[in-house]
């Protein structure tokens, strides 16, 4: 573990690295779970069930090819939830998936094979940004625009593994995730308002709106396709 000196400000590879208390791993899965059966539970209370039933599916959305996209389903006139609404609700959902990954995310080093490769990766990185100050602010700002922008993959999820790689210390993780979210889920909810009899006109043609849901989904899977298959590849072993 590094030590801190006049020379590295920010203690990132100490950070980073260092084991979680079984105590704060357990927190940070168990909360963000706690708190959205809580958030679900108020909608039902204040709203209805049939929102609290509309938030929980468009939750499940973002992890099977909605993504930040789900946040355009509260411009449609029927729905229980409007889309700035939606919004704060994927913005929650990518803080809590981020908290969760960071208190888990060390069970990845014990992959056969790979886990190996991950830690010598990560501990690298971390070294160089521990070196490198305005290397970390360029990575932050890098995962933040990584999580930002609406193509399949580009997520919480992903983007916590490619901050571990990149060897971001955890605080860092979050605070880059929440704010490429805000951004990201703010700019598709000013669309969705200003799309909203588009959007509308699709939901009452309910074949032509499958067709352009799935032309949607494809196109931003085909996006993180281009954006990000050659880097992968050339990571390959």
Known sequence: MATPTTDTPIDIEGEALAPLSPASRWTLVVAPLVGFALILVAVGLFMS?????????????????GGKLVIL????????VGHWGLAALVVYIDLA???????????????????????????SG???????????RAAWIGLAIFI????????ALMGSVVGRL??????????????????GASALALASGIWAERI????????????VVAVVI????????????PKREALAP
């Open 49 to 65: 069930p049939a929102a609290a039933g509309f938030v929980a599916s468009l939750a499940a959305g973002t992890f099977v090819g």
């Open 73 to 80: 389903a509260g411009a449609v006139e029927q729905a229980p």
């Open 97 to 123: 998936t981020a908290c969760i990954m960071m208190g888990g995310i060390h069970l990845l080093d014990g992959l056969p094979g790979a886990g190996k490769r991950l830690a010598a990766a990560r501990e």
């Open 126 to 136: 971390s070294r160089i940004l521990n070196r490198n100050p305005w290397m970390h």
């Open 148 to 155: 930002a922008v609406p193509f399949n993959g580009t997520g």
């Open 166 to 183: 990149l060897g971001l210390s955890r605080t860092s993780i979050i605070s880059a995730t929440g704010f490429g979210s805000i951004v």
């Open 200 to 211: 509308n006109a699709l939901a009452r043609e309910l074949l032509l709106g499958f067709f």
């Open 218 to 229: 494809a196109l931003t899977f085909l996006g993180s396709r281009l954006a990000f298959g």
